[in-house]
């Protein structure tokens, strides 16, 4: 069976493809890097690098790749039983223009057979709302055939990937851990059994507890850790006054998740020591600078620190916490980190209290307040 999978970085290779290519899927990757294309295509592998409390390696092989718009992708999409992304929120609408293209051809030559799409990106529902922009790419005919043969399946996945370099450029760090949860009703057809995949029924709460307890807790301790100057996230984790503010706002994004979801608060509280515990982990050196860049992306409306903080506030539950975090964040500065340069010249200009609500959309005058103080009193 053919997989496609739009992503040729390092998620994308160190976790959703190489977990296709060890279920028996033939992978070929799409990218717009050249250079990363033409080096699949040289060696066809590549090796995953396990840095963990128990270290191992996985050797990926068979795999090809092609240019993301090219001709040949095209064709790979009216062919492939499974299209897989991992290439960022913010260019999914590329993608989907190639993929209205792809699909509009996979009609025309006929090719009925079940088709799932599955968008592994950080993001509520990415693959639904990839499919709307896709939709808008097609006209009526795809677009009736596109609702009877493809399945939109979301999904939520997790794995920390840092930035190490080996002598193959194709190979790639990561944890141990990973998880893989999808839509069971939105699938069509069958999947080869994929390592780490479990189909589940109630997604959202799994998408919510992933994005808004480990992806909070994550740049929480990026923010925190920089303003004591950590360079790795392990080495912040092991800081105790990082580690008491960060274990306060886990806690606080934990509340809400179960009482917005109905989540066990035993389990809640197991898989947030467990996150805990991956963090700590030395082995891996994962950068505080990668996981904090791009503070205005991260503090915006839908991510990790507002929508944590509104629902709190919808179940009338402490913030104080998730506050000093997003305080924390305004206060990162990187001089390679233009977002985070442009949050000082917002605060210059404009002052802290204008500048959290344009970045957060939060205007409660008293949850402003309590951040602005926040603001204040990190040193």
């Known amino acids: 069976m053919k997989a496609l999978h739009f992503g040729a970085g390092k998620i994308g290779r160190g976790f959703i493809g190489a977990k296709l290519a060890q279920s028996g899927y033939k992978v070929t990757f799409a990218d717009t890097a ?4 033409a080096e699949i295509n040289r060696s066809h592998s590549y090796t995953v690098h396990i840095v963990d409390y128990n270290s191992y390696n996985e050797d990926i092989s068979g795999i090809s790749a092609l240019i993301s718009d090219s001709e040949q992708t095209l064709k790979a999409i009216s062919e492939a039983q499974l299209i897989t992304t991992a290439v960022s929120m913010g260019r999914l609408c590329d993608v989907a223009k190639i993929m209205a293209s792809g699909l509009t051809l996979r009609r025309k030559i006929n090719n009925n057979t079940p088709l799932n799409i599955i968008c592994c990106e950080n993001g509520v529902r990415a693959t639904s709302q990839f499919k709307r922009i896709l939709l808008q790419h097609t006209d009526d005919a795809t677009t009736t055939w596109i609702e009877e043969h493809v399945g939109f399946v979301d999904c939520a996945v997790d794995r920390i990937v840092p930035i190490v370099s080996f002598g193959n450029p194709l190979d790639v760090a990561v944890e141990e851990f990973c998880e ?11 999947l080869l059994p994929i390592p780490s995949m479990q ?5 959202d709460a799994y998408i919510n507890r992933k994005l808004f307890t480990l992806n909070t807790a994550h740049c929480a301790t990026a923010y925190l850790g920089a303003l004591r100057d950590c360079k790795y996230i392990h080495e912040a984790t092991n800081n105790s006054w990082v580690q008491e503010r960060v274990c306060k706002a886990m806690s606080q994004s934990s509340d809400a998740l179960i009482a917005e979801f109905s989540l066990s608060k035993a389990e809640q509280q197991r898989y947030s020591q467990q996150i805990l515990r991956r963090f700590a982990n030395p082995y891996i050196n994962d950068r505080v ?3 904090a860049r791009d503070p205005i992306r991260k503090l915006s409306p839908a991510l990790y620190f507002t929508v944590p903080i509104n629902m ?12 000093v975090a997003v305080a924390a964040a305004l206060k990162y ?15 210059k ?4 209290k204008p500048t959290i609500s344009q970045i957060t959309a939060i205007t409660d005058p008293a949850t402003v307040a309590m951040i602005a103080d926040a603001f204040d009193g990190l040193m």
Request: charge should be negative; aromatic fraction near 2%.
């Open 349 to 352: 200009n404009l002052g802290i």
């Open 199 to 203: 189909r589940v029924e109630n997604l």
């Open 34 to 37: 050249t250079e990363i294309v």
């Open 289 to 291: 600078s990668r996981v």
């Open 333 to 347: 500065r990187a001089d390679d980190d233009l977002q985070s340069l442009q949050i000082g010249k917002m605060i």
């Open 312 to 323: 709190a506030l919808k179940h009338s539950l402490a913030i104080d916490a998730l506050a």
């Open 180 to 190: 893989w949860k999808v839509e069971n009703a939105a699938l069509k057809g069958e």
